[in-house]
DNA sequence: CACTTGACCTGTCCGC
DNA sequence: TGCGGACAGGTCAAGT
């Protein structure tokens, strides 16, 4: 479910909150979530401190000094949560509301207990996240991480880049192209229909029959609306918390995100909802068609 | 190769 | 109230 903004708002708070602990004991509730037995995952991590927590799209990587990572993927309903003392100091990943109520809990799959009374629980409902011990060489040699695109906020992701990442696709939408993350790194279902609204861009509009001015705009939007829900902290309902302040959250700033059948904040046609590379899709079939927008355009250039 | 679909899971919501 | 089906912010494997 984390798209990136809320992987970097969760590796934010978890900077603050664990870095440079010292991991003083691991419970894995359910083994499949982590790539070793529960043995040797536990002799693999304890007494390790977390020494850095990184990301890379959607995927988080906690260092534990030397050789040693943990490569953590949230997936559709990953959360991380983590207590002092007993007491919820920072969250983030799947909004459910009983983040509040008590740890473990029937969704947690892994608790690392940590120095200075801290714990963080590592909870999943769907059963798609997984955490993975790995070596620097495996972390180097994955293939999800090597064959992901530049991060979308870095000086990587330039048109060029976006424009030569895009050319191996011909006629599959170009939503089916941003979700992707070979093409850029970090978009998820909801953000790619965030840009595509920015861009004017209709979501099934094949990547191929993109024009120059529509890249233009797609790769301008792609980075705007990702600052803008960077520096909101994420999409998360309840927001993200950090020393028990709730936070701000981009859900207030969404132009279609849960708006389906409601009034674009642009032209004020309802929104609508419609699957689109298999992924429900919401757009506005005013702003967001391509008639329409090559209209508007003339319009505009005339004025 | 480009592209689509289904599988992985659990929970919730909606219509009958 | 109960039940069946659709669907949920991701990724991968297998299919056409």
């Known amino acids: 479910m984390p798209e990136m903004p809320e992987v970097e708002t969760v590796r934010r708070a978890l900077d603050a909150t664990v870095r440079g602990a010292r991991i003083e004991a691991v419970t ?3 083994p499949p979530f982590v790539n070793a037995t529960p043995a040797v995952f536990n002799t693999a991590v304890v007494g390790h401190r977390i020494t850095a927590i990184r990301r890379r799209g959607k995927a988080l990587i906690l260092d534990l000094g030397g050789d040693r990572h943990l490569l953590l993927h949230l997936k559709m309903t990953g959360q991380l949560v983590v207590h002092r003392r007993g007491r919820l100091v920072a969250f983030g990943g799947h909004p ?20 200075a009374a801290r714990t963080l629980f590592v909870n999943d409902q769907r059963k798609f996240a997984r955490i993975r011990l790995v070596t620097t060489a495996e972390l180097a040699a994955d293939p999800f991480l090597s064959g992901m695109g530049p991060e979308a ?4 992701f330039t048109l060029a880049v976006f424009k030569q990442r895009l ?34 861009i209709d979501p099934r509009q094949p990547t191929a029959s993109l024009k120059p001015a529509q890249l233009l705009r797609l790769h301008k939007a792609i980075r705007t609306i990702l600052r803008n829900a960077v520096d909101h902290c994420g999409t998360s309902y309840p927001s993200f918390i950090n020393d028990g302040h709730h936070r701000d959250s981009y859900l207030d700033h969404a132009r279609l995100f849960g708006r389906q059948g409601q009034p674009c904040p642009v032209c004020g046609t309802l929104v609508k909802r419609i699957r689109v590379a ?21 319009q505009s250039s005339r004025e």
Request: proline letters at 5%.
């Open 278 to 298: 298999g992924r429900g899709t919401n757009y506005c079939p005013h702003c967001q068609h391509q008639t329409m927008q090559s209209k508007s355009r003339r």
């Open 153 to 156: 906020l870095s000086d990587d």
């Open 167 to 200: 050319a191996r696709f011909r006629s599959a939408p170009i939503k089916a192209a941003l979700l992707d993350q070979a093409t850029v790194a970090g978009i998820g279902n909801i953000y790619a229909d965030e840009c595509l609204h920015l861009a004017h």
């Open 28 to 30: 894995v509730l359910w």
């Open 96 to 115: 459910t509301a009983n983040i509040v109520g008590p740890m473990p809990n029937s969704w947690t799959r892994v608790v690392f207990t940590l120095s």
